[in-house]
């Protein structure tokens, strides 16, 4: 396994469009995280998966964003309309159950560009 | 809400200069505190890392003490190389609900010269 991976790694979209986004986890994991990172800041957390069970999903940004992992495997993440403020790195995390030793990895992210 | 601050950059070393980047952060509970690095064209890594009060993670040459009563998890390094250059990320674990929801600082930029 080489870790978490992200596609596309760079997206250009116009403003309106409707943008898709894919994060395939370390296979064992169950735990998978989505976060926004805009341009001189850290992450932000958006959104969490126990297996297909999306357990937090009060962080996403605008109710033009939704997140799915119908079978506890990869994710997508949609944004819906897009709009100029949505240009950001988009990271996606996964981890085992935590516990104190647990860690995250982060994939490489999908950076959005809306024109 | 919890949150972490750190200091802006960028930080501009001489290799084998010593290395401190500041972190503070504001937390109801007892979070766990992390340092992770983003080197150019690559995802956030984890650097290390401490779980409770006064424990020191450690890691590449890098440390950071958890202090409860500064509220702070200051990155250091004793002598840096260039290789070293990057994004450097403070942040903690929100809550005690059982999962890894990190809180990030906004990031510190280390640039190392020969």
């Known amino acids: 396994d080489t870790g978490v991976s992200q596609n596309p790694r760079h997206k250009i979209t116009k403003r309106g469009q409707n943008v898709t986004f894919r994060c395939d986890p370390i296979?064992?994991?169950?735990?998978l995280y989505w976060y926004r990172q805009t341009l001189g800041q850290g992450p932000e957390f958006l959104t969490y998966?126990?297996?297909?069970?999306?357990?937090?999903k009060s962080r996403l940004l605008s109710d033009r964003f939704s997140a799915e992992r119908p079978k506890g495997s990869f994710s997508t993440l949609e944004i819906q309309r897009t709009e100029q403020g949505d240009s950001a790195m988009y990271l996606c995390?996964?981890?085992?159950?935590?516990?104190?030793?647990?860690?995250?990895?982060f994939g490489q992210g999908t950076r959005l560009t809306v024109v | 809400g919890d949150s972490v601050t750190q200091m802006e950059g960028p930080v501009t070393l001489s290799e084998e200069a010593f290395l401190t980047i500041n972190c503070t952060y504001t937390?109801?509970?007892?979070?766990?505190l992390f340092w992770y690095v983003q080197y150019p064209g690559e995802g956030l890594q984890l650097l290390l890392k401490?779980?409770?009060?006064?424990d020191k993670g450690s890691n590449k040459g890098f440390e950071a003490t958890y202090r409860k009563e500064t509220t702070s998890f200051h990155l250091e390094k004793g002598s840096v190389q260039v290789s070293d250059s990057a994004v450097y990320f403070c942040?903690?674990?929100?809550?005690?609900?059982?999962?890894?929801?990190?809180?990030f600082g906004t990031g510190t930029r280390l640039l190392v010269s020969p």
């Open positions: 942040a903690l674990s929100e809550g005690n609900t059982g999962f890894q929801k990190l809180v």
């Open positions: 998966f126990q297996n297909e069970a999306q357990l937090e």
């Open positions: 937390a109801t509970g007892y979070p766990s």
């Open positions: 401490a779980t409770k009060a006064d």
């Open positions: 296979s064992e994991h169950n735990r």
């Open positions: 995390a996964s981890s085992l159950d935590p516990t104190e030793n647990t860690e995250a990895f």
